[in-house]
């Protein structure tokens, strides 16, 4: 039986890139062949499969903001690495990724599956600029593309804003590969030994300013400390969250982590008392999956994706309507009763095992794949 050769096209920063990645190293190399597109500047990574072997890739320059004379250029040689590679199927991540793929994928009668790790149009507080990036969805919607939503909430608004019908919306959960080990810092550690932690750059979309605004409520009563990591990249709203720590005198109840590996990232989840989202919107984070891995209770606002991974009082709580007051208490809460806290943090390690275990899920991925490749 020949390999299904799979394109993926995609701006490979974030969880994009971290989704795109736990694909490669598990998916059966047997059975299949990946080949990724991917922009000039986003990573400097080599892409490797489940045998570590490293896998053909091509740059284009796909950005993360609309540049009509690079996403043209994309358009041109992206559909020349097509034509030549001749994959049976494409696998478009995130919003660049998906216009790019979508269009060629039309013209050259390939199937596409667009996965957008929350949609484009949930990203601009413009509603003119919601309102149009909303049509863009619309207007590419064909019969041969069909939508791999990340989580179930992703998969309703495809259905229910972008209009797509429900026999072209297909799930599949985000996933990662179970944390084995947990490494020692490699950096120098700054805060306190009992700190909750976040995983998120100041951005419209992970809302920190909240998050600074229920510590400053925590502390009203409870001696807390906050370390937020990732704050390093397209961080358009660091300066606003660094005047409103001022503002509350949090200088010395809050740490900026710029950019660190991920084995550190997960040494500071794991040794948290909690971890807190207040995000907007999401596809469905990784950082709150790694967290489940961990045995992290999560205190998140009620968005896409967070909804989904997070259920009240088993492995964490949902705070709806941005409720300083609310996310609060919940801290509090968990940050002082041992017993709940334990309870939830069984919980959360038996929802990752459940749902969310990329060694697992791979196989539904690996079916899908097979089922919407256009056979040579």
């Not at 001749?86 to 793929?101: D, E, L, M, Y």
């Not at 064909?142 to 799930?171: C, D, F, Q, W």
């Not at 900026?256 to 907007?280: A, G, Q």
């Not at 990752?352 to 539904?364: C, Q, R, V």
Request: some cysteine; charged content about 25%; overall charge positive.
């Amino acid at each position: 039986m020949s390999q299904i050769k799979i394109a993926h096209i995609l701006h490979s920063v974030g969880g994009v890139d971290v989704s795109l990645r736990f694909i490669l190293k598990n998916i059966d190399d047997d059975k299949f062949e990946n080949i990724i597109i991917h922009g000039y500047h986003d990573t400097n990574h080599n892409f490797f499969n489940k045998k570590n072997k490293k896998l053909v890739s091509y740059k284009v320059p796909i950005e993360r903001n609309i540049s009509f004379f690079k996403d043209i250029t994309s358009v041109f040689q992206t559909y020349k690495i097509l034509k030549s590679e001749k994959p049976q199927i494409i696998h478009a991540h995130s919003a660049k990724g998906g216009v790019i793929g979508r269009f060629l994928g039309f013209i050259l009668g390939i199937n596409v599956l667009y996965t957008p790790q929350a949609f484009s149009y949930l990203s601009s507080e413009i509603k003119f600029k919601k309102f149009l990036f909303l049509q863009i969805e619309k207007f590419l919607i064909t019969k041969s593309n069909y939508l791999l939503a990340s989580s179930n909430s992703e998969r309703l608004r495809a259905i229910n804003e972008v209009g797509y019908k429900k026999n072209n919306v297909i799930l599949f959960n985000n996933s990662i590969q179970e944390v084995l080990s947990i490494k020692q810092l490699s950096i120098d550690k700054t805060w306190p030994n009992k700190y909750i932690c976040t995983v998120g750059r100041p951005s419209y979309q992970k809302n920190i300013e909240l998050m600074i605004r229920v510590v400053n409520e925590v502390r009203k009563e409870q001696n807390i400390h906050l370390v937020i990591m990732g704050v390093g990249h397209h961080s358009d709203r660091l300066s606003n969250v660094q005047k409103l720590i001022q503002e509350y005198g949090l200088s010395d109840a809050v740490t900026l982590i710029d950019w660190t590996e991920r084995e550190n990232i997960f040494n500071i989840i794991s040794n948290s008392k909690l971890y807190i989202s207040t995000s907007r919107y999401e596809g469905l984070p990784y950082s709150v999956i790694e967290s489940l891995a961990l045995g992290k209770p999560c205190i998140v606002s009620d968005c896409d994706g967070n909804r989904d991974l997070i259920t009240n009082g088993y492995n964490g709580f949902v705070i709806k309507d941005e409720n300083i007051e609310e996310f609060s208490e919940k801290i509090k809460l968990v940050f002082n009763d041992e017993v709940l806290s334990k309870k939830l943090s069984e919980n959360a390690k038996k929802s990752f095992d459940e749902d969310y275990n990329i060694e697992k899920n791979i196989l539904k991925l690996q079916e899908i794949y097979s089922k919407y490749a256009i056979k040579n």
